[in-house]
């Protein structure tokens, strides 16, 4: 489904590829300039050419989200570029499937780019959005961020902690016109899941993770992240969109 999103403007973190990609290409697609942003230049890059090529309006914008001052710069760009920020899709953030995240480097990390850099993102797109009396921010949490998960300590700590900068946001702007959401991702088939996923017998595994038996597709996330920026849902806030294929409902 397409939205009549002509004249607003989108900007979407961690979207050289996966759902970042997916959801700046859906954004296009129903009217939007999107202002894409990752540390993976080439693949950011790509992301606008493959926007353009099919007739939308993008630009990209290195952004490490962990660092406060390049989040300032993107937000900062994207105003400058378009004149106002109506969409965001806080997507950028790390799975390092298979490390010790007890470890201080692999925790610091995490919690740097997940975390931190969710809240930077929050704090600049509020600040523009607040000045509009209007906008939609969406963060990218996972299924993680509602249940446990026995191997990640600092995934799960980061993801938890975006939903509840959420229902944080949600609280504290509402009455500037800011909806402040999550989508809560279940196993979907992204760049980073790939390697694993190219193992048959893991992939039979990953497939039945969920009751519908399959993975994910990265547009499916898309589709959930555009209807709670929509009017369709304007009356949803605070909420943890889970989009799992009921892996969360045992």
């Known amino acids: 489904m397409t939205y009549d999103f002509d004249g607003k403007v989108a900007v979407v973190t961690g979207a050289s590829g996966g759902i970042g990609r997916a959801t700046a290409i859906a954004f296009a697609a129903s009217g939007a300039a999107v202002v894409v942003s990752d540390v993976n230049d080439a693949g950011g890059a790509e992301t606008v050419e493959m926007i353009t090529a099919a007739g939308g309006k993008a630009l990209y914008q290195h952004c490490n989200v962990g660092d ?22 806080n997507n950028a953030g790390i799975n390092r499937i298979g490390s010790d995240e007890y470890q201080d480097e692999a925790w610091a990390l995490s919690l740097s780019v997940n975390l931190s850099g969710v809240m930077y993102c929050m704090r600049e797109q509020s600040a523009i959005m607040l000045r509009q009396g209007k906008g939609a921010i969406v963060n990218t949490a996972s299924i993680n961020g509602l249940v446990g998960n026995g191997m990640q300590p600092a995934y799960t700590a980061t993801k938890h902690g975006v939903v509840g900068l959420t229902r944080h946001g949600a609280l504290r702007w509402a009455k500037g016109g800011i909806r402040v959401n999550a989508v809560c991702p279940g196993v979907i088939e992204t760049p980073m899941t790939a390697p694993l996923a190219a193992n048959p017998d893991i992939r039979k595994t990953m497939d039945s993770l969920t009751p519908l038996g399959r993975m994910g597709e990265a547009r499916e996330i898309a ?26 409902a045992f």
């Open 68 to 89: 406060a001052a390049e989040v300032k710069a993107l937000m900062a760009r994207a105003e400058a570029a378009y004149g106002r920020l109506d969409f965001a899709h």
């Open 223 to 248: 589709a959930a992240v555009l209807w709670l920026c929509s009017d369709e849902a304007s009356f949803v806030t605070g909420h943890p969109l889970v989009v799992d294929g009921g892996a969360t």
